[in-house]
């Protein structure tokens, strides 16, 4: 019984590392990535996708559903993190780090607010996981964004022997977690199903 979390596909923003405004889409390489992604769930007995409304996610959640018949499902719960006035500016021109700081933009969200919004999150999962009992299409696949990732592996999930948090998150990266307690993770971040063509970009932004 198992909870696929993906990264949703490559955006331009993410290589030109920009905080991203919430209507940001897929680039073309964002739209290869989440197909090459969606072929590899077709054997995985996917029945529903719970993905983010944003629309990078939901891209890459429609790609998911093309190939598979799972109904997508959305959730404003699996949004990035909000960080408001700041988003459209370049990430590496800041004077803070705004992917660490605690404190919440002008009109965004602090990181006590969007992990209590990523707690609501996987309590959402859990009990919509429970509802399909033990269907043999009982698979959810997660479609949503680098931070809430981040947030769900560090305080709901329990990594399995010799693995780290990783430092970036691959565009449509995807980790197995068990749905049931302690969540243990069976899969990290991987991206064997991206080619050379469509590759992820370890330099673009993993998060915003």
Same mark, same amino acid.
């Given at each position: 019984?198992?909870?696929?979390?993906?990264?949703?596909?490559?955006?331009?923003?993410?290589?030109?590392?920009?905080?991203? /405004?919430? *209507?940001?889409?897929?680039?073309?390489?964002?739209?290869?990535?989440?197909?090459? +992604?969606?072929?590899?769930?077709?054997?995985?007995?996917?029945?529903?996708?719970?993905?983010?409304?944003?629309?990078?996610?939901? @891209?890459?959640?429609?790609?998911?559903?093309?190939?598979?018949?799972?109904?997508?499902?959305?959730?404003? +719960?699996?949004?990035?993190?909000?960080?408001?006035?700041?988003?459209?500016?370049?990430?590496? *021109?800041?004077?803070?780090?705004?992917?660490?700081?605690?404190?919440? /933009?002008?009109?965004?969200?602090?990181?006590?607010?969007?992990?209590? @919004?990523?707690?609501?999150?996987?309590?959402?999962?859990?009990? @919509?996981?429970?509802?399909?009992?033990?269907?043999?299409?009982?698979?959810?696949?997660?479609?949503?964004?680098?931070?809430?990732? &981040?947030?769900?592996?560090?305080?709901?999930?329990?990594?399995?022997?010799?693995?780290?948090? /990783?430092?970036?998150?691959?565009?449509?990266?995807?980790?197995?977690?068990?749905?049931?307690? /302690?969540?243990?993770?069976?899969?990290?971040?991987?991206?064997?199903?991206? *080619? &050379?063509?469509?590759? *992820?970009?370890? &330099?673009?932004?993993?998060?915003?």
């Amino acid at each position: 019984m198992t909870l696929l979390l993906i990264r949703h596909g490559e955006t331009a923003l993410n290589v030109a590392r920009v905080l991203q /405004p919430p *209507d940001t889409p897929l680039s073309t390489r964002g739209i290869a990535q989440a197909e090459a +992604l969606a072929q590899r769930l077709v054997t995985m007995n996917v029945g529903t996708i719970v993905s983010s409304d944003l629309p990078r996610a939901l @891209r890459t959640a429609q790609a998911i559903a093309a190939a598979t018949g799972a109904a997508i499902e959305t959730t404003p +719960l699996l949004q990035e993190r909000n960080f408001g006035d700041w988003r459209g500016r370049p990430y590496d *021109d800041m004077a803070i780090d705004p992917l660490t700081m605690t404190e919440a /933009p002008p009109n965004g969200e602090s990181t006590a607010a969007f992990e209590w @919004r990523v707690a609501e999150a996987f309590a959402h999962l859990v009990a @919509r996981h429970e509802a399909l009992g033990g269907s043999s299409r009982g698979v959810i696949a997660v479609v949503t964004h680098g931070l809430v990732i &981040r947030a769900l592996l560090a305080a709901h999930v329990q990594l399995g022997a010799g693995m780290l948090q /990783p430092t970036h998150l691959g565009n449509t990266s995807l980790s197995l977690i068990s749905a049931r307690p /302690p969540h243990r993770a069976e899969l990290l971040n991987c991206t064997a199903h991206l *080619d &050379r063509g469509a590759g *992820d970009d370890a &330099r673009a932004l993993s998060g915003g």
